[in-house]
């Protein structure tokens, strides 16, 4: 059973940047394909960006493109997301989750992802 805690929210002005850490354990991580998906007030979860198991993929929402860049350390089970030019519509819970998927699925599941952590809070202020 593998566990994943998410850190790195807080508060941010419009423009600025945060990094995202999730840390697993409790599991083979380099076996998992690993997500970032969010959850803004009174909307659905959202898929936001994904990392093959080996790191040679990723893939991101339309709406990140250019802007948010995830990575991942096999080393220290911690896969990563690094957020620039955050827009005040980038505010909700953030959470990574792991797969054992192949990435062309990952990208499109809010809910089939094998393990959840329990998310960090980013608010961006306009």
């Known amino acids: 059973q593998m566990q994943l805690v998410e850190s790195g929210g807080g508060l941010v002005q419009a423009g600025g940047s945060l990094k995202l850490s999730c840390a697993a354990s409790g599991g083979t991580f380099s076996s998992y394909a690993m997500g970032w998906f969010r959850q803004a007030a009174e909307k659905e979860r959202e898929f936001v960006a994904a990392?093959?198991?080996?790191?040679?993929?990723?893939h991101y929402a339309d709406s990140v493109k250019g802007r948010f860049t995830i990575s991942r350390d096999n080393a220290k089970n911690t896969v990563f997301l690094q957020m620039n030019s955050l827009k005040f519509e980038d505010t909700a819970v953030y959470h990574c989750?792991?797969?054992?998927?192949?990435?062309?699925?990952?990208?499109?599941?809010?809910?089939?992802?094998?393990?959840w952590g329990k998310g960090t809070l980013v608010t961006v202020s306009s």
């Open positions: 990392i093959s198991w080996s790191g040679g993929s990723t």
């Open positions: 989750a792991a797969g054992a998927l192949p990435l062309s699925v990952v990208v499109n599941t809010t809910s089939g992802m094998d393990y």
